[in-house]
Each structure stands twice: as structure tokens, then as C-alpha cells.
């Protein structure tokens, strides 16, 4: 077992959900947060930057008010993503928001910065750093990230190609922090598989697409619901990076989906202009893991899903003949 910071012990299940640009809001955040999940959104998707402070502030009221009137079952912490990258403008502006509302948890990603760390360490927070490989887990670590995110291949959004199996062995040959793994994992069972494999907690994002929270068009949830790993493409035309996206979205935009130039990555584009808005908006991110996702419905029932499953599987592994 890892060492993990006060504030992701005890979750009533192992599960971190994956801010999606543009999609993830308070409403969405909150419920995630309510059901027992960390919940988590960009900073990027407040809109004007001022609108970021406004968000925090929602989401801190109404976990409180979940928590006088529960409390015996209180809402899990939120998370913030900060991109890091040169290209985002908006993050001096937004660290300012961060730091004054004390986020207790902000994930970090495409770039590690000290500075940053040093300044959610200054009010105790902590700081998780998405990656996707071991070379980059190490730069995030010495530059003071508390945890990582395992950005495996099948993730939605900038995935990476290492099997989730090599990644994580390879982290916890020298990481004893935590760790959530990210990568295809859409049900309870994913969730326990994950934690065998080494992880701390499973990192999910493309199932809560389908939820009503999210704010995503109704095509797209719906294009969740009918998609299976089949349905997914891997490029870095459309940000620079390499990400996974839904095949239809990417027909619809009058593109072959079999057929795409990769991009100049020089020309990396996080920072929220109308070029990275159109490529969300437009052209659907998607994990490959949404071949289990068979409706739209409310983010609790996700959950509850998600934690039936869990003791399921676990139970299964308790069977007769198999070693716990």
C-alpha cells in the first residue's frame, strides 16, 4: 500500500474523475464529489477567467451544505486541473484563484513546474501530475508533484501508448506515493484491476460523458452510448498532442478518420483560444474504454454502478480456489 495524503484516505471508493475540457462543470463536479468520488474539472472551462473563482466558490457551498446535512457520509475533496504548458495564458490568473480558495487538490498537466507546486504547497494543498511515461513520473516527482496519473494507452483526451502494466510496474519500482491509473477503465471491475496492478485509484473520464451533469451535446453522450473501442481513433492533429477521438465526430467534421495528418507539435494549443475550444467542441475526445457504457444517466447512478461492480469483483476474487 502507497502513502497517501490525509485528503484521499478513506474514499468510499478508489475512483479520481477525470476533468474533461469543456464537459466537467460545478454541476458535474459536485454530484461526482457528493456520490463519494474525487470530482474534478479544468480551469480552463470557466469562461471569462473571472468566472473561475465564482465556480470554486459553488462548489465549496454546496459540498458544505452536503456535508451538515450527511454527516455520516461526506462528499469527497475536489481537484482543479492546471495546464502548465507555455501556451496557457490564463495560469497566473487562475493559480491566483486556486491559491485563495485553497483547492485541496490540483492535478497538473503537460509540463511540471516547481513554481506551481511550491505555491499549492503553501496552503496545503497537494499536487497530482498527469503523465505517460516513467521518464516524465520522475521529472514530475523532483519537481515536487505529490502523486502522479498513470496516463496508459485507451485513455480519453492526450493518452498515452504504454500498457498500463508496464507503466505502473515501472513507477512503483521507486514511487511510493500515489498513484491513479488512467486508460480504458469504465466499470467497477477496471477499478479493482487497476488497484492490482498498483495503483491507488482508477482515473475515469469517458463514462461521465454520458451522465445528464455533464455538459456535453446530446449527440455526443449518445455517441458514447453507441461507441466500443472500435469507434476510437488515435491522432495529434487537432491540439498537436496525440489524443483518442470518437471516429463520427471526426467524419461529421468532413475528415476521414482513417486518413489523418499528424500535426507540428510546436504549434501546441492548451490555453483555451477559439482553436482548442473548436477542437473539443467539435471533435469528440473518448477513451476506448466506453464499450461497457449502455445509457445515459444521472452521475450517482454512475457511481453506484461503478461501486457495485467493485464488490463484485472483489468478491469474486474471494472464490473458492483463488487467492484473495
Not at 6 to 13: A, D, K, M, S, T
Not at 173 to 187: E, H, K, M, R, T
Amino acid at each position: 500500500m502507497s502513502k497517501l495524503p490525509l485528503v484521499l484516505r478513506n474514499l468510499p471508493l478508489p475512483v479520481i474523475a477525470s476533468p474533461m475540457f469543456i464537459i466537467s462543470t460545478p454541476k458535474l463536479v459536485i454530484e461526482q464529489c457528493k456520490a463519494g468520488i474525487v470530482g474534478s474539472m479544468p480551469a480552463l472551462n470557466a469562461r471569462p477567467a473571472a468566472q473561475l473563482d465564482e465556480w470554486l466558490h459553488e462548489i465549496e457551498e454546496e459540498l458544505a451544505a452536503h456535508n451538515r446535512a450527511h454527516p455520516g457520509r461526506p462528499a469527497a475533496p475536489y481537484a482543479i486541473n492546471q495546464i502548465v504548458h507555455k501556451s496557457n495564458d490564463r495560469l497566473e490568473q487562475d493559480m491566483q484563484a486556486v491559491v485563495r480558495r485553497k483547492v485541496p487538490i490540483v492535478i497538473t498537466s503537460l509540463g511540471a513546474r516547481t513554481d506551481v507546486n511550491e505555491a499549492i504547497h503553501g496552503y496545503g494543498g497537494i499536487v497530482l501530475h498527469d503523465i505517460i511515461n516513467n521518464t516524465f513520473a520522475r521529472k514530475a516527482i523532483e519537481k515536487g508533484a505529490d502523486g502522479l496519473v498513470a496516463v496508459a494507452a485507451g485513455a480519453g483526451g492526450h493518452a498515452g501508448v504504454k500498457s498500463p502494466f508496464a507503466l505502473v510496474q515501472e513507477i512503483r519500482q521507486w514511487f511510493d506515493g500515489p498513484v491513479a491509473l488512467s486508460g480504458a477503465i469504465a466499470n467497477g471491475g477496471a477499478v479493482l484491476a487497476a488497484q492490482a496492478l498498483g495503483a491507488d485509484f482508477a482515473y475515469i473520464g469517458s463514462a461521465f460523458i454520458a451522465t445528464h451533469e455533464a455538459r456535453a451535446s446530446e449527440a455526443y453522450k449518445q455517441a458514447i452510448v453507441d461507441g466500443t473501442s472500435d469507434d476510437i481513433v488515435y491522432s495529434s492533429l487537432f491540439t498537436g498532442v496525440h489524443g483518442n477521438y470518437l471516429k463520427a465526430s471526426i467524419r461529421n467534421s468532413g475528415l476521414d478518420p482513417d486518413q489523418l495528418p499528424d500535426s507540428d507539435p510546436s504549434k501546441m494549443s492548451f490555453g483555451g483560444g477559439e482553436g482548442s475550444k473548436k477542437a473539443w467542441k467539435d471533435i469528440w475526445g473518448s477513451g476506448q474504454g466506453i464499450g461497457t457504457v449502455t445509457e445515459i444517466v444521472a452521475t450517482a447512478q454512475l457511481v453506484e454502478r461503478l461501486r457495485r461492480e467493485y464488490a463484485q469483483a472483489r468478491e469474486r476474487l474471494s472464490l473458492p480456489g483463488i487467492a484473495p
